[in-house]
């Protein structure tokens, strides 16, 4: 017996949303900047695709794989829209998790949900093939950290994870098992080791920023609101400019200093004054630029035009995620795991380009 969509609905709708590939419209392209993590997931899912044919065998002899990847990086990076668009791109439908709907004030009832989505995918993907299952926010069910008088209560939940994933490795079942988190140092370690992949996103810097905004500029003409010709050569001039002076900062910098961590020497230098609107989205994500885009849409609707200024009001009106994190962060005297977000810019090489450099700073 195969399940039907509507059934894998309803047997999963209590716990998350289900994805089935014709539905689903992200599509690998759109999301930029991500090539590496794009590779490694490309390879899983090709892998994924042909573990059909071998897992008879496999199981018969006890070699079956762990079929799981772990995601991690701030909110709004692409995580699991770049996980939809290859589920789509491979024809696998998947039903992401949502830790709110699974987490409950009883750890008992939390347990059960646990097993219970799983033990229903593991249905689903005994029966129709493959299934992919996202846990959304793993660290809100796996977290090593809690109140002393919780440990016991915390530990019991990871280990029961633990073992539900065990169970469908072992069986050979083939559900592949996605994990996704914000707060990656709060995971506890034995549920980051029971992942075999792990793919970190991170901010965009400046070139891929740009990339980010052009796509949407063009998608944006395609409405047939105008988008003012200032708007590209302003961008232009602003990255040949940042490329401009992340060559000279790399040339003068003892240690090598990839473009993000340019982006922070380079404000710092500029004591935080902005040039335009790549310097001003430091910090931003994918998703932080696509709500300032929406925000700017409206002004575009309203004249039939999109101006340069406009668009980034509109950026600088949503905020950064980085800046939020970073306040978080400080609020909360957490400050311990930050700098897995963020690469650190160099205080050696800070110094040396400051005493180097003793140009003033750029004008605005
Ligand atoms: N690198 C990128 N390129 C283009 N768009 C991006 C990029 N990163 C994120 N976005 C856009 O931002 C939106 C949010 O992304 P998504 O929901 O996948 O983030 P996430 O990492 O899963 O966030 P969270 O941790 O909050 O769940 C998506 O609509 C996506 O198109
Ligand atoms: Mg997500």
Same mark, same amino acid.
């Given at each position: 017996m195969t399940f039907t969509k509507e059934e894998i609905k309803t047997r999963l709708e209590k716990y998350g949303t289900v994805y089935f590939p014709n539905d689903i419209i992200d599509k690998p392209e759109d999301l930029l900047g991500l090539d590496k993590n794009k590779e490694m997931l490309e390879d899983f899912f090709k892998a994924l695709k042909n573990y059909k044919k071998y897992a008879k065998k496999l199981r018969e002899l006890r070699m079956t794989p762990s079929i799981s990847v772990l995601l991690y990086g701030p909110p709004g990076t692409g995580k699991t829209s770049l996980t939809r668009a290859l589920a789509k791109k491979y024809k696998i439908p998947m039903c992401v998790v949502e830790a709110d709907r699974l987490v409950s004030p009883l750890l008992g009832d939390t347990l059960k949900n646990m097993r219970n989505v799983v033990e229903l995918s593991g249905e689903i993907a005994?029966?129709?093939?493959?299934?992919?299952?996202?846990?959304?926010?793993?660290?809100?069910?796996?977290?090593?950290?809690?109140?002393?008088?919780?440990?016991?209560?915390?530990?019991?939940?990871?280990?029961?994870?633990?073992?539900?994933?065990?169970?469908?490795?072992?069986?050979?079942?083939?559900?592949?098992?996605?994990?996704?988190?914000?707060?990656?140092?709060?995971?506890?370690?034995?549920?980051?080791?029971?992942?075999?992949?792990?793919?970190?996103?991170?901010?965009?810097?400046?070139?891929?920023? %740009?990339?980010?905004? $052009?796509?949407?500029?063009? #998608?944006? !003409?395609?409405?047939? =609101?105008?988008? /003012?010709?200032?708007?590209?050569?302003?961008?232009?001039?602003?990255?040949?400019?940042?490329?401009?002076?992340?060559?000279?900062? %790399?040339?003068?910098? $003892?240690?090598?200093?990839? #473009?993000? !961590?340019?982006?922070? =020497?380079?404000? /710092?230098?500029?004591?935080?004054?902005?040039?335009?609107?790549?310097?001003?989205?430091r910090g931003y994500t994918g998703a932080d630029l696509q709500r300032g885009m929406r925000v700017s849409l409206l002004k575009g609707i309203q004249k039939g035009l999109l101006k340069y200024e406009d668009l980034l009001d509109s950026l600088k009106f949503v905020g950064g995620t980085r800046i939020h994190v970073k306040q978080q962060q400080l609020l909360s005297g957490n400050e311990e795991h930050k700098e897995i977000y963020y690469s650190k810019s160099n205080n050696k090489n800070t110094q040396d380009i400051n005493k180097s450099n003793k140009k003033k700073p750029l004008e605005i």
């Open positions: 005994k029966e129709n093939g493959l299934f992919l299952l996202f846990f959304d926010e793993l660290d809100a069910i796996a977290s090593e950290r809690s109140s002393v008088n919780e440990v016991g209560e915390i530990k019991r939940g990871v280990i029961s994870f633990l073992q539900i994933l065990d169970r469908i490795d072992y069986e050979g079942i083939p559900l592949a098992i996605f994990g996704a988190t914000n707060h990656q140092s709060q995971l506890d370690s034995a549920v980051w080791r029971r992942f075999t992949f792990h793919a970190y996103f991170g901010f965009p810097d400046f070139i891929i920023r %740009k990339e980010i905004l $052009i796509k949407y500029l063009e #998608r944006l !003409e395609q409405t047939q =609101i105008e988008v /003012d010709n200032t708007i590209y050569t302003q961008l232009e001039d602003e990255l040949k400019l940042l490329k401009k002076e992340y060559q000279s900062i %790399k040339k003068k910098s $003892i240690t090598s200093v990839n #473009r993000f !961590e340019f982006e922070d =020497i380079f404000a /710092d230098k500029n004591k935080g004054k902005t040039i335009g609107i790549l310097t001003s989205t």
